[in-house]
């Protein structure tokens, strides 16, 4: 499961990913990381069965959490099934299903935005 | 040996016993019953594609005003369409760009609302005559308000086209898509098996005066494209169909991030089975054709060819390229392209839709694709850099730097290692910033180490937008050793733009 940490100035600069690993004994990926002088945002993927425990770690620490649900949305209105936004994917979310429509699995997606770039038809944006 | 004529198939269509297949299916109706049983078998196979095709437009006739304008110009939406015709035709080209929004929206999108019956703004502007008096107009119309909406399209239905990569550095922004560095992905386009031109490779069936699906309408060829090249299976058609029938669904604005706005048109051809040859033509696969891998990393006319591919390989999702796997998207739809092959199968079957022959074939021989004519000599990197360059060792001081730059007047010090090869470069600015934090030891600590370099041989024009790109004022040129040869800066450009 995906969630979006989001990290004021003032306790960035704390190991807080590492504080939680140690503390809570769980493997965390990082699948992107943005810190800015306004403070960091950063997309963890945990296992299901650890998510209560660790997203609560984190909130201990004063850090905001969202679940990253659906973090991309599609309008299939304007999508026309070109799938030019296949090859700029970084994980590898977007594919055609047989019919040549395209799919996405989400819960590989890291917001990184590169397909809404990529979208002629301006049919992609990143969730919130 | 079977052979049709095209009253015969018209007369089975308006007899409900015409039997029409698409492209796709007619590979395994040749394989099973033999290019002649096919003829007997199939009288029409129709064709799709649908993609970004610039060169696309529309004539629009607005109506007179009163007191009437001829106008001098005139935006739609804030899009500017061309006015050198009589007093209220414009052309809105799917490229042009807003100049509110710029290239999230243009012509295309001005064209993709006409149809979808939104409304539009106008504004147009007149020098004032003694006929058309009004100098002003302000206006908001839809497509039902005006006279023709003519889509009118130089340059449509490319017969194959190229696979963009990108073995730069750097991330590029074309109209074949975003292309990553270091070939990151590939992009292409048309439609491969279903390629209305592949399908009659010799244009048999096709040229002025082809009836064909137009985003939805009823439209027609009326001759060849322009940079029509049937010698390398690049064949081109200039099309026009009435807007006002067209589908909103294959008229749609399209926006390449940082190349600009574009128009996705929808066409189909019917290719009316009348012999073998026809028959056999039309049995194409994926597997059999064959197009180019360019590396859009060089901005020159001749990209370098990295490899040849079928539309099967890269309808896979994934092609090698040097010894890299590298993801393959298409800029065009083939779910669509699917989608107009099959409406105008049901057309035909429901005798909506007539093909019909050429008055002229489209030319399958003796057009050549041109490069453009330059007068003079274009300038090269070599022509205008400075060859006499003070270089550093590397490893030598701040103190020493700023020494070479005082005596020698310039801003840039490229640095070199004991073997001549740039390592690095110093600017003026670099030793202020180093005595401002006291840093005044070694080089090395303060230099820029992944420095932008030119070739000689390059145009001066991308190394002024390599200079522009990276917000620089001069780069040095350095040979195939990395060894420093000149070096250019944004001055001695200015220059030359200056002697123009």
């Known amino acids: 499961m995906k969630f979006i940490l989001h990290a004021t100035t003032e306790i960035t600069s704390k190991p807080l990913i590492a504080e939680v690993i140690l503390e809570t004994g769980t493997l965390l990926n990082i699948d992107r990381a943005d810190v800015k002088s306004s403070g960091g945002e950063v997309v963890i ?20 959490i969202t679940p990253l649900e659906q973090p991309i949305i599609k309008d299939d209105d304007e999508c026309v099934n070109c799938g030019a936004c296949i090859s700029v994917c970084p994980t590898g979310v977007i594919s055609f299903n047989d019919d040549w429509t395209v799919q996405m699995e989400i819960a590989r997606c890291v917001q990184c935005g590169a397909c809404v770039t990529m979208c002629p038809q301006g049919a992609l944006m990143v969730g919130k | ?62 109506g007179h005003s009163d007191p009437p304008i001829k106008m001098q110009k005139v935006w739609f939406n804030d899009v500017e369409a061309y006015t050198g015709l009589a007093a209220i035709d414009a052309y809105m080209g799917a490229t042009q760009l807003s100049e509110t929004r710029g290239m999230e929206y243009g012509g295309g999108h001005v064209i993709e609302d006409l149809v979808a019956g939104r409304s539009v703004d106008i504004h147009a502007t007149a020098y004032g005559t003694d006929c ?69 490779p010799t244009y048999q069936t096709i040229g002025v005066g082809s009836r064909i699906f137009l985003s939805g309408a009823q439209g027609y060829i009326t001759g060849q494209g322009t940079q029509h090249d049937p010698t390398n299976n690049f064949a081109t058609i200039m099309v026009q169909g009435d807007m006002k ?45 064959t197009t180019n891998v360019l590396d859009y990393g060089v901005a020159r006319r001749a990209r370098p060819v990295l490899r040849q591919v079928t539309y099967e390989e890269l309808k896979s999702g994934m092609i090698d390229i040097n010894g890299k796997e590298v993801t393959t998207s298409p800029m065009s739809s083939f779910h669509d392209a699917r989608a107009i092959a099959g409406e105008l199968k049901e057309w035909i079957q429901k005798g909506k839709f007539y093909p019909t022959l050429p008055v002229e074939n489209l030319p399958n021989t003796g057009v050549v694709f041109k490069p453009m004519k330059q007068m003079g000599e274009q300038p090269s990197v070599a022509d205008v850099m400075a060859q006499r360059v003070t270089t550093i060792r590397q490893g030598l001081t701040v103190e020493d730097a700023a020494r070479a730059i005082t005596e020698g007047n310039f801003n840039h010090l490229p640095v070199v290692s004991d073997e001549d090869k740039l390592v690095g470069i110093i600017t003026a600015w670099d030793i202020a910033k180093a005595v401002a934090k006291s840093k005044r030891d070694k080089l090395d600590d303060i230099m820029t180490r992944n420095v932008v370099t030119a070739d ?22 350095v040979n195939k050793h990395s060894k420093v040869v000149g070096i250019i800066t944004s001055d001695d450009i200015s220059k030359l733009v200056a002697r123009r």
């Not at chain 2, 990108?166 to 560095?181: F, I, K």
């Open chain 1, 45 to 64: 993927d945990v296992d299901q069965d650890r998510y209560d425990i660790v997203t609560a770690a984190f909130k201990k620490r004063g850090v905001t």
């Open chain 2, 132 to 200: 058309y008096p009004r100098k002003l107009l302000d206006t908001t119309v839809t497509i039902d308000d005006i006279n023709q909406a003519t889509m009118f399209n130089p340059r449509n239905g490319y017969q194959k086209y190229n696979v963009a990569t990108n073995c730069s550095e750097r991330t590029l922004y074309t109209y074949m898509g975003t292309l990553l560095p270091d070939r990151g992905n590939a992009t292409y386009s048309a439609a491969g098996v279903l390629s209305p031109l592949y399908n009659d």
């Open chain 2, 1 to 62: 040996m079977s052979e049709k004529t095209i009253q015969d198939i018209n007369a089975k269509i308006a007899d409900g016993s015409v039997h029409v297949v698409t492209a796709e299916e007619m590979p395994g109706i040749v394989a099973e019953l033999g290019a002649d049983g096919a003829v007997r078998e199939v009288d029409i196979v129709t064709t799709g594609t649908f993609g970004a095709m610039c060169s696309s437009g529309a004539f629009l006739n607005l």
């Open chain 2, 456 to 477: 000689a041989s390059e145009p001066v024009d991308t190394a002024a937008r390599k200079l522009e790109l990276h917000n620089i004022s001069a780069m040095p040129v």
């Open chain 2, 245 to 289: 029938q067209m589908d909103p669904k294959y008229v749609r604005g399209a926006t390449f991030h940082g190349y600009g706005t574009s128009l996705y048109v929808g066409i189909g051809i019917p290719i009316p089975i009348l012999n073998a040859d026809i028959a056999r033509a039309t049995a194409i696969t994926d597997a059999d054709i």
